[in-house]
């Protein structure tokens, strides 16, 4: 059974940083697509970054449009750990975020669909 644990987030005022982790077991962790999404209170899920596995040399990087260029999603293949590292965080960034996966190379990585795993949450909270 494949579960994945997130940990980190929390407060942080606008302007500031946080980094959200997330540790993944019961499956191969290489030919895996690891993603984020956050949902804030009343809103759908959304898509924020995710590294989807293309073959064994390659992974390919995706960010939404929101917090490209703030936001820096990585994976440590030794770990079985993928990370979000959240810069220059604004309060329409308070969500709480969820890092998902799906085996192998997906089509719509953007897309909450296309996922089978999924962490618990975690409260990312960014006061003004």
């Known amino acids: 059974q494949v579960h994945l644990v997130e940990s980190g987030g929390g407060l942080v005022q606008a302007g500031g940083s946080l980094s959200v982790s997330c540790t993944i077991s019961?499956?191969?962790?290489?030919?895996?697509?690891m993603g984020w999404f956050r949902q804030a209170p009343g809103a759908e899920r959304e898509f924020v970054a995710t590294?989807?596995?293309?073959?064994?040399?390659?992974?390919?990087?995706l960010y939404a449009t929101s917090v490209r260029g703030r936001f820096t999603i990585a994976r440590d293949n030794t770990k079985n750990t993928i990370s979000l590292i959240m810069n220059n965080l604004r309060p329409e960034d308070t969500a709480v975020y969820y890092c998902?996966?799906?085996?192998?190379?997906?089509?719509?990585?953007?897309?909450?669909?296309?996922?089978?795993?999924w962490g618990q949450g975690t409260q990312v909270t960014v006061s003004s």
């Open positions: 998902a996966g799906a085996g192998g190379s997906i089509a719509n990585a953007d897309n909450t669909r296309y996922y089978d795993d």
């Open positions: 019961g499956r191969t962790f290489r030919s895996y697509t």
């Open positions: 590294i989807r596995w293309r073959d064994d040399t390659s992974n390919e990087i």
